[in-house]
């Protein structure tokens, strides 16, 4: 924001046409940090509702350290993705309240964000795991209850009928597949809830690396699916976040 723009908020506020609290969230969704290598922008949090998210690979584990820290003394709290347990063993020097989720490859700082609603997170097989776990640990960090559901494929959709009642209480549901990547389609066929398919590279040859179930959940015969790129679990984590506190939200103001 430059000078300009802040006069003119200002004018604005001293007009009484934009209020204190306006003001102070505009000057402060503006904000960013520029720490040498990196201009971390501090003032995401008040701007979208959830903080910059730090991506670890080909970064320093210096400069992950230095952004981390800039974060958390803004927001209170960090969540790195794509985190490797050499990242979490400098982080945690730093940072006492460190957690290190292997199996999501993440790592969150502090206390994150109170928890509303509800997300559930199925993934067809236990392969599919490490992506589904990036998307339940960034839900969680940024507010939402999760309900996690794994391994309940089409192999075998008995599995996944036996859980009906726990996914029925979800604002959103996040369906991660590999192989075919069918599961969004028959979530989609049984639930009227925002469904996010997150397709993964779990497959054999013509599974192409996560591009064939990407074009199955592309192609869904079932409304009300929408897809994120291969193995992006925290881009659904995210989007699923952002709906479940637009729906908690509205019930707060009925």
Known sequence: MDKEEVFRLIEAFENRTLGKKELVDALLSQDFSDIGHT???????????????VYCRNKLTEEISDIAEKLYEKNGFVLLTKAEEVHYNALRQRFHDAVFYERASMIS???GMPKTGRVAILSGGTSDTPVAEEAAVTAEVFGCNVNRIYDVGVAGLHRLFSHRARIERSNV??????MEGALPSVVGGLFAIPIIGVPTSVG??????GFTPLLTMLNSCAPGVAVVNIDNGFGAGYIASLINKKIEGARKNT
């Not at 201009?39 to 998210?53: A, C, I, S, Y």
């Open 39 to 53: 201009k971390v922008d501090t003032g995401r949090l008040h701007r979208l509702g959830f903080p910059e998210v």
């Open 204 to 209: 054999y040859g013509a599974g192409l690396n």
């Open 173 to 178: 549901i996040v369906a991660v597949a590999g």
């Open 109 to 111: 700082i502090g206390h």
